[in-house]
């Protein structure tokens, strides 16, 4: 039987957009630009229901993933069922569910800043640290040279401007669909997932720490516990992905209670 291998950036198939987009978010992707993301849109002021934010996901193709060209929407629903089939917690059902809804960014962003359709360096892939050098872990680490802080001493050692053991809660990380949703949520009055949810959403695309073992210089007792966490969702974020597509409509009387228990009924403000 053949073994399906996942997130190989090196196979012939890959296809030009994927490495095209990292080269792009690699070199765009500053300290100076993530600041001003999150000016930008962490404004709060934007109310979508979220059965709606799911359901516009419909239009969003992730040009980032190697494994999967279906609607992102697909990717949510396999996720949580795939949770759901292991008889893990409600709230860790629902955190699949949602874990990329940050993407909805899409909705009002723009070429410029990488978060729309045709440019989504600024959305989604693989994240890194701004503010210290970029590690070799990153996929393609040959496009780590095009980023303008390389060349500056403020940013490009291995601890940059951060506290040696600072912990990852105080990195500051390439902008995307995890600190997007993290924030929104965060700021989300009737939230009451648990912390280790709120963890499975800001940094599952921190690959070069999670997977790479990169920036243990920064890192804190506490981001042990994370890093358990991390590696428990991934297996579902990652390994789930197939080709059988899913209505949303049918899982969504499942969800909707395990939504209204942790997120409340009205509309979240992004
Ligand atoms: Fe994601
Ligand atoms: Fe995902």
Same mark, same amino acid.
């Given at each position: 039987m053949e073994?399906?291998?996942?997130r190989?950036?090196?196979a012939p198939d890959v296809s030009e957009a994927v490495k095209e987009h990292y080269r792009k978010m690699r070199k765009n992707q500053t300290f100076d630009y993530v600041n001003r993301?999150?000016?930008?849109?962490?404004?709060f002021d934007k109310p979508l229901d979220l059965w709606e934010a799911i359901r516009r996901l419909n239009e969003l193709v992730d040009v980032s993933d190697p494994d999967l060209d279906l609607p992102n929407v697909q990717h949510l629903i396999q996720s949580a069922e795939a949770i759901r089939a292991d008889g893990r917690p409600d709230w860790m059902q629902l955190t699949?569910?949602? @874990? /990329?809804?940050?993407?909805?960014?899409? +909705?009002?962003?723009?070429?410029e800043d990488g978060t729309s359709q045709a440019e989504q360096w600024g959305m989604v892939g693989d994240i890194f640290v701004v503010g210290c050098a970029l590690p070799e872990t990153c996929v393609y680490p040959e496009y780590n040279a095009l980023n303008a802080d390389m060349n500056n001493p403020k940013y490009n050692t291995s601890t940059g401007i951060y506290e040696k053991g600072c912990g990852i809660d105080n990195l500051k990380l390439a902008w995307g @669909? /995890?600190?997007?949703?993290?924030?929104? +949520?965060?700021?989300h009055k009737e939230n009451k997932l648990p912390k280790e949810a709120m963890v499975m959403i800001r940094y599952h695309s921190f690959y070069p720490w999670h997977t790479g073992g990169s920036y243990s210089e920064l890192l804190n007792e506490e981001d042990k516990e994370y890093l358990n966490i991390i590696k428990d969702f991934n297996k579902y974020d990652?390994?789930?992905?197939?080709?059988?597509?899913?209505?949303?409509?049918?899982?969504?009387?499942?969800?909707k209670p395990i939504a209204e228990k942790y997120l409340g009924d009205g509309p979240i403000y992004w």
């Open positions: 073994e399906k291998t996942f190989n950036y090196t993301m999150h000016k930008k849109y962490l404004t699949g569910l949602i @874990h /990329d809804l940050g993407k909805v960014m899409f +909705l009002w962003g723009n070429d @669909h /995890d600190e997007y949703l993290y924030q929104v +949520l965060k700021n990652l390994y789930t992905k197939c080709q059988k597509i899913y209505d949303l409509e049918d899982v969504i009387e499942y969800y």
